[in-house]
């Protein structure tokens, strides 16, 4: 249950300043000294959220005590009204060593409810007595607690969410339930398999294409396990490709940085492996990157910017990163044929290429007017459907006999 697990309060900045300010805008304006949010948990009333007075701060995030010694648990099992003009005038609360030790003269609580079930508890108090506090008072501190309880209700949501995705990607990698295809990669010129990209397939519900489950998997901090749980895999495979052959992996800037990624390349040869980083992912500071990268790229490792030409985040990447390959983006070389502008831009990065020593590659090639232009246009290698679908690598074989 929610209510009960500390790890739930971790709303994010935007939703703890808004919290805040309800904290703030309610105690200001019913002139009290205390506000504050509470939660029940093992026995313990804890404050999650507090505003004071500045002359007055009793009360710190974070501290607490038991909680049958506090006036929230007597306000929610009835032994205390919800709104008190003065604790002076009650037993019950003089009953409470608080009473004294902070004091407590007006008090208003009204309980914090999540899942059918008390949370805590909304507060605000002064060191004086207020007769002038009314049932108006009360209904608007109700009405700041049930938003208070709709927002922890869609933060639980959220989070129970993040759990089970974070338990799905994790019976993923636990159980192995993905598997290599490889997409060969041909030199245009000659016809010849130069290399294959290494794909991964799911063996998991729900159904669904890989794309979606390396995002989940960014989403719930499992982005890194995952690439290098296929890399190694694929690499298993490396040495059954033809000599001279390399074999492309996708992976993120993030798991780059990652030092599991030089343990799987220590025993395979770096000249036969490309790393392709894909233009969807965004780098903060290339040069962390070019200095991780470069002691494996002076043993041959070669870097590819994927999808160029899909938006200006490629460019960048080409510009900074100096890749060995350029992998021309499948929705530019599905319109090559019929658009002046993509082929110009095409012929550009061809210009590029040469210029700085690079190869491209024409992703997504599914007809043979494509593939005329790209022949027309100096495109190096190219892949697509057209070529060859991804396959095991038990099918490989016979595609490369033709």
């Given at each position: ?13 935007v939703?703890?300043?808004?919290l ?5 805008a ?11 949010i ?5 026995g ?8 004071s ?5 009793p ?12 006036f ?15 604790a ?14 902070l004091?407590v003269?007006?008090?208003l609580?009204v ?8 949370f ?5 108090f002064?060191?004086?007595g ?10 608007l ?14 933060i ?16 993923v990698?636990?159980g ?14 000659t ?5 294959h ?11 669904r ?17 995952l690439e ?18 390399y ?8 798991t ?25 992912a965004?780098?903060?500071d ?14 041959g490792?070669?870097l590819?910017?994927d ?5 200006y ?18 929705t ?33 090639v ?20 057209l070529?060859?679908?991804p ?11 033709h």
């Amino acid at each position: 249950m929610a209510s009960t697990d500390a790890r739930f309060f971790t709303c994010g900045d935007v939703i703890d300043q808004l919290l805040q300010d309800a904290l703030h805008a309610v105690r200001t304006h019913l002139g009290l000294d205390v506000a504050f949010i509470s939660q029940f948990t093992a026995g313990q009333r804890v404050f999650r959220y507090v505003d004071s007075d500045a002359g007055f701060s009793p009360l710190c995030v974070g501290d607490g005590g038991p909680l049958e010694e506090s006036f929230c648990q007597r306000v929610v099992d009835g032994r205390l009204p919800p709104l008190i003009h003065d604790a002076r005038d009650h037993a019950e609360a003089m009953a409470l060593a608080v009473t004294a030790q902070l004091p407590v003269g007006a008090h208003l609580s009204v309980p914090i409810s999540l899942d059918g079930e008390v949370f805590g508890t909304f507060c605000c108090f002064s060191r004086e007595g207020k007769p002038t506090l009314d049932g108006q008072d009360l209904a608007l501190v109700q009405c700041y607690a049930n938003f208070v309880s709709r927002i922890f209700a869609r933060i639980a949501r959220e989070r129970h969410k993040n759990l089970e995705r974070h338990a799905r990607v994790r019976g993923v990698l636990e159980g192995q339930l993905y598997h290599m295809v490889y997409q060969p990669i041909f030199h245009i010129g000659t016809g010849q398999v130069v290399g294959h990209e290494a794909l991964t397939r799911f063996n998991a519900e729900p159904q669904r294409s890989p794309d979606k489950w390396f995002n989940e998997a960014a989403e719930v901090g499992l982005q890194d396990d995952l690439e290098l749980a296929v890399i190694r895999r694929a690499l298993a495979d490396l040495d059954q490709f033809p000599e001279g052959s390399y074999v492309s992996f996708n992976i993120s800037p993030q798991t780059i940085l990652k030092h599991p990624l030089l343990e799987a390349f220590t025993s395979h040869p770096l000249d036969r492996i490309v790393l392709e980083v894909t233009e969807h992912a965004s780098i903060d500071d290339y040069g962390v990157i070019a200095d991780a990268l470069a002691p494996h790229r002076r043993r041959g490792l070669r870097l590819a910017v994927d999808d160029a030409g899909a938006g200006y985040a490629s460019f960048r990447h080409i510009l900074k990163l100096k890749p060995d390959v350029i992998k021309l983006d499948s929705t530019l070389v599905a319109a090559i044929d019929r658009d002046t502008g993509i082929r110009a831009l095409a012929s550009a990065l061809v210009r590029f290429a040469e210029e700085t020593g690079s190869t491209v590659v024409a992703e997504g090639v599914e007809s043979e007017q494509e593939l005329r232009v790209l022949h027309d246009l100096r495109v190096g290698n190219a892949q697509g459907y057209l070529l060859g679908r991804p396959s095991p690598l038990s099918s490989l074989a016979t595609l490369r006999r033709h």
